[in-house]
């Protein structure tokens, strides 16, 4: 909510990802965090796109196919029906190489995704795009390399 009018101001298009039980059964932790329906909404009308980022945040790498199918497949439902907008985006919990499967990616183009994002530009799994992760912790130093493309072989979590 912080960021919509500055973003809208200087025309950066943006995407918000959703991890659907976040928002509808959130915990204390998440409560305080996450955006709610409303907001959602409010940011959809603003020109914001929404996109999935699975139902329950689970590691696809890890998961079987049936539950993949369902985190996909229910994600995109849930944020269509409730926000009333097409989904055509998901952004990979967690965003590793090793969080993702064929069987994941297969089920996803099946679901009606679009474009999935993953994370480091030279290692994603094929048919993804790149994303970059920043943090709320990250200084301006840490942002400009970033953007220089310093962490594009990156994967943080292993
Ligand atoms: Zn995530």
């Known amino acids: 909510m912080v960021a919509a009018p500055i973003l809208s101001e200087y025309q950066i298009p943006w995407t918000l990802f959703v ?8 915990s204390d932790w998440h409560r305080t965090r996450m955006l709610t329906w409303d907001e959602l909404g409010e940011l959809s009308r603003m020109g914001v796109e929404i996109g999935s980022h699975s139902v329950s945040h689970p590691d696809f790498g890890r998961i079987d196919e049936k539950t ?50 993953a994370q480091a530009e030279n290692t994603r799994p094929p048919g993804t ?11 301006d130093r840490i942002f ?15």
């Open 129 to 139: 795009i790149p994303r970059t992760f920043v943090t709320s912790i990250d200084d």
């Open 19 to 26: 991890a659907t039980d976040f928002v509808d059964c959130p």
């Open 68 to 117: 993949a199918v369902d985190e996909l497949q229910q994600s995109r439902s849930r944020l269509q029906s409730r926000l009333s907008l097409p989904i055509d985006s998901l952004a990979i919990p967690f965003g590793q190489s090793r969080n993702w499967s064929s069987f994941a990616h297969h089920a996803a183009q099946r679901a009606g995704y679009e474009l999935i994002y």
């Open 144 to 158: 400009a390399a970033l953007l220089d493309g310093a962490f594009d072989n990156w994967e943080e979590w292993y």
